[in-house]
């Protein structure tokens, strides 16, 4: 059977990017008897960029309750939390001896860092920690843990899984094939979703849209959507507008091509976004419920990532005995 990876960084509330780029081809995937699945929530990645631990709590518990409000079955697919599998940062070191520096350079999260204090006029590596340079190895650490064939993900994340396999490649070479070399799976219509001010939607952009927020504020937040000034009645171009691309991450082919008419034709800006509101709260309307009953229920949530690492560490805990022999290191046990 192919293997399906994917995690999303505990630092925030999910928006609909990780849902179009992440989570909805994800639990697609898991309920393919082709695949088996590995999602998980990045929580050690969070340390990266949060320092608030109340923060990478709260941000672990809602997006926990995503995946199991959207239906993840957890028979069926191991869920778990990075920080439970005790494997993976060992994992980690190793991969850490086999990573080329060149090739973490090349990061983009590490470049954009240097890039901002330079435009900032600071010292290149101004608050830049090892854990930002290493980012992309703890992520190769993820996705080899389980020998991933496949990781859903939105564009962003495609230049770590190349280092990942980069790593993977480097390793087998070495000590022997032990690494299956992973590819990213990315959706062309959703790659990178836009937020509010038509920028990549992001956590760090502060233009998300939540995926669960009660229906008034999903309504409100939509309407924020910045839109150009044109009049209704004016022909709107739908290619560079970010309510029609987030109504195409959504739509069926046929609803694309009738928005598209409706653009053309002039549609207000305030019914487009009314018809976008339809669209998302139709669609995710009765997850959102459970998600609020889920949140309630921390101690149901806990249980299930307890389980979860009880199978992770399953496949996990084998494979790192093989590969502390391969390096020459004594097995644990
Ligand atoms: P993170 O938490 O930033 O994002 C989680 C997932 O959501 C996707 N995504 C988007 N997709 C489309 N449009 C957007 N605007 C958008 N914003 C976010 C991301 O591409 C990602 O798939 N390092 C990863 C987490 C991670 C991981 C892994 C992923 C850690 N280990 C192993 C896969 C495999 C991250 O920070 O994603």
């Not at 001896?97 to 983009?108: I, P, Q, T, V």
């Not at 064939?149 to 480097?170: C, F, L, S, T, Y």
């Not at 390793?171 to 590819?183: A, K, S, T």
């Amino acid at each position: 059977k192919q293997r399906v990876l994917t995690g999303i960084t505990t630092t925030g509330t999910p928006h609909l990017g990780n849902y179009v780029g992440a989570i909805r081809p994800a639990i697609a995937a898991s309920e393919d008897p082709a695949f088996e699945s590995f999602y998980f929530l990045a929580d050690y990645h969070a340390l990266i960029k949060c320092h608030d631990a109340e923060r990478v709590e709260q941000s672990r518990r809602e997006i926990a309750a995503t995946w199991l409000a959207l239906g993840l079955n957890t028979e069926k697919a191991v869920f778990y939390r990075q920080s439970d599998v005790p494997e993976i940062p060992e994992l980690c070191w190793f991969l850490t001896c086999m990573a080329a520096k060149g090739l973490m350079n090349r990061a983009h999260a590490y470049k954009a860092a240097v890039a901002a204090n330079e435009e900032a006029g600071e010292d290149p590596d101004y608050g830049i920690t090892m854990g930002l340079y290493n980012y992309p190895v703890l992520m190769a650490a993820d996705i080899l843990m389980f020998n991933a064939n496949k990781v859903p993900v939105g564009r962003d994340q495609i230049q770590h899984i190349e280092m990942a396999r980069d790593i993977a490649a480097r390793f087998n070479h070495h000590y022997g094939d032990h690494f299956v070399l992973p590819e990213a799976v990315v959706d062309d219509k959703v790659a990178t979703l836009n937020g509010l001010d038509g920028r990549k939607m992001s956590k760090s952009y502060n233009n998300t849209i939540p995926l669960f927020l009660p229906e008034k504020k999903l309504k409100k937040h939509i309407n924020k959507i910045k839109t150009n000034l044109l009049e209704p009645g004016e022909a709107k171009d739908p290619d560079t507008s970010t309510v029609f691309q987030i109504w195409e991450a959504f739509a069926s082919d046929e609803q694309v091509s009738e928005m598209r008419q409706k653009f053309a034709d002039g549609i207000a800006w305030g019914e487009a976004k009314r018809e976008l509101f339809e669209l998302i709260n139709g669609q995710i309307g009765e997850s959102r419920e459970k998600y609020f009953e889920l949140m309630e229920r921390p101690a149901d949530i806990e249980e299930i990532l307890q389980a979860g690492a009880v199978k992770a560490r399953e496949h996990s805990a084998p494979l790192l005995e093989k590969v502390r022999r391969a390096v020459g290191l004594k097995p644990m046990s």
